[in-house]
């Protein structure tokens, strides 16, 4: 197994958060306090309007940018659509997919998820495609069941190489903006679950090489404990990630 060699990433997701000038003044506060980090990948994604903001100021730094979403169509009559050719044109170099408020606010299914991650793909982006189970999934023991189904439907459905050059993130919704965090142990046994998941699907070699992030109330305070688990390959932050002190602060955790 090589999990010493997967190498990790921070991830901060705004979602519909920060103006322009906003995200101007989060880069020029957050780009000094991280400059020096060099064992992982940082990656912040702003809103469709900010991203030409971020792009330009990220050039040239060790901080990628990504987008939350994408229409897994090139072009065409689809108003209010942005597709991934199009994110690729604006300087991103990753995209979210398949976060649980697209689920749960926007119809999202796995299949969509599938054809959205491939058009990434095609369109020379990394997709993070997110999955993760609700309150009640867990309390009623479908944890499993949920995240084999989301995984089968969504990035279980691309090619093997396809799938080697995507990553993962394990979001529990639970968990999301409500300050919930999951136990580190809760996160890692959903992690190996998922890279059974990926074992099954693919192969051994995609199951050791598959970055998984973990996402869901990430802060300063707990990310010490979430690192230590070695099947976590890193986090995507939503709240904490709006504040560069705070986002550096988790990036620069030992
Ligand atoms: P949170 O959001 O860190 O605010 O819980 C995480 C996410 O939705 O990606």
Known sequence: MSECK????????????????ETRAFFEAFLPLVADVTDLDIVVAPPYTSLGVAVDLADGTNVGVSAQNLDWRKEGAFTGEVSAV???????????????ERRQYFGETDSGVAQKTKAALDAGLTPIVCVGELLQDREQGRTEAVLSQQFIGGPGSLTADEF??????????????????????????????????????????????????????VKPENIQGLRAQEDLDGALVGGASLDAKSFADIVKCK
């Open 6 to 21: 997967r190498r990790r990433m921070i991830a901060g997701n705004w979602k519909m958060y920060k103006s322009q000038a």
């Open 86 to 100: 199009m994110l690729k044109d604006a300087g991103c170099q990753y995209v979210i997919i398949g976060h649980s």
């Open 164 to 217: 080697s050059r995507i990553l993962i993130a394990y979001e529990p919704v639970w968990a999301i903006g409500t300050g919930k965090v999951a136990t580190p142990e809760i996160a890692a046994a959903a992690h190996r679950f998922l890279r059974q998941c990926v074992a099954e699907q693919y192969s051994a070699e995609h199951a050791a090489a598959v970055r998984i992030l973990y996402g869901g109330s």
